[in-house]
């Protein structure tokens, strides 16, 4: 059985989540580039759905792509952060469209914003007509069983026919931290990503149908190692590994981190490359229920004379 990261690991994701919610936005080009990526993968898709799980919401960017593309759509926005759920609230309410109904309509569908872990979800089984999710997958412990064991999670609040939709990052990205950083002091430095195919075969085994899966890689230039790092700092994506480094790194590992760094520099730039996998799948009607039993189906043939 999966029992996920450990609480240490959890409480370190949402710490630094919590930290960033401010400022997030700032700092968070890339983000909101591959949530618009994202929501244009929606663009030859047939559905109309009657509510959506944003899972790992952050500060609501992404619902605010939904709701313009599903305006009378209820949209559940989940995360670990609270800080993250308040930023949300605030960007989605705040709104024309929200004030549009707090003024004039009691029926229009809202935004609700629900503090949870996208591998325990709070929801009830088969209320959801679409789960979509940018960029927070990549967060979940335990390698491919945890990301296996959160897609059933998914599975299990979507409705059958439901349609999920994510985008997560591959394991090429941050290759040049992991290359330059790799064998400094004994710890990892860059968090371990999941291979676009591994991700397929986990949607098909949680029960999804006809996934389809697309990579592209996206690179960011920097001035220098500290303002990469900054960067990363700035949207909470701090290693959050076993065996990860608790203090500050020592001068002698800086300067060698900063040296081998160097060799990736290209028209005075230092280069930060992303692998993003984009995915969806629909979810088939379950076979299962929760503890285990097989769900069987009877029909009812009527004879006619």
């Known amino acids: 059985m999966h029992e996920g990261m450990s609480s240490t690991i959890k409480r370190a994701i949402k710490r630094s989540f919590e930290q960033a919610a401010a400022h997030y936005d700032e700092a968070a080009f890339l983000q909101q580039e591959i949530a618009r990526r994202l929501d244009d993968h929606l663009d030859g898709v047939k ?12 500060t609501g960017f992404g619902a605010s792509l939904l709701r313009a593309r599903f305006p009378l759509t209820n949209i559940i926005g989940l995360d670990l952060a609270e800080a993250m ?5 605030a960007r989605l309410r705040g709104g024309a469209w929200a004030q549009l109904r707090s003024r004039f309509f009691s029926n229009i569908p809202n ?14 089984r088969a209320s959801l007509d679409m789960a979509w999710s940018n960029l927070a997958l990549q967060w979940v412990g335990g390698g491919i069983v945890g ?58 085994h949680a029960g999804f149908s006809n996934p389809v899966m ?33 203090g500050l790194m020592g001068k002698s590992a800086w300067r060698a981190l900063s040296r081998n760094y160097e060799k990736y520099r290209q028209d005075g730039r230092l280069p930060a490359t992303y692998e993003v996998v984009y995915g969806h ?12 039993r097989q769900i069987i189906e009877f029909r009812r043939n009527r004879l006619s004379r």
Not at 47 to 58: E, H, K, Y
Not at 111 to 124: K, R, V
Not at 214 to 232: K, S, V
């Open 111 to 124: 935004y609700a914003p629900l503090c949870g872990d996208i591998e325990h979800l709070p929801l009830a």
């Open 85 to 89: 759920l308040h930023q949300a609230a």
């Open 281 to 292: 799948a629909w979810a088939e009607p379950a076979r299962t229920i929760e503890d285990g």
């Open 47 to 58: 559905i109309a759905p009657q509510r959506i799980l944003d899972a790992g919401c952050g």
């Open 147 to 204: 990301l296996q064991a959160s897609f059933k999670e998914m599975h299990r609040v979507l409705k059958p026919g439901g349609l999920f939709i994510f985008a997560s990052f591959g394991p090429d990205t941050l290759r040049e931290l992991r290359e330059a950083s790799a064998g400094l002091d004994g710890y990892q430095h860059v968090n371990r990503f999941i291979d676009m195919h591994d991700v397929g075969d986990a949607l098909v």
């Open 214 to 246: 697309e990579m592209e890689q996206i690179t960011l230039t920097y001035a220098d190692l500290p303002a990469l790092l900054r960067d990363l700092k700035a949207i909470g994506a701090h290693t959050v590994l076993e065996g990860r480094r608790q």
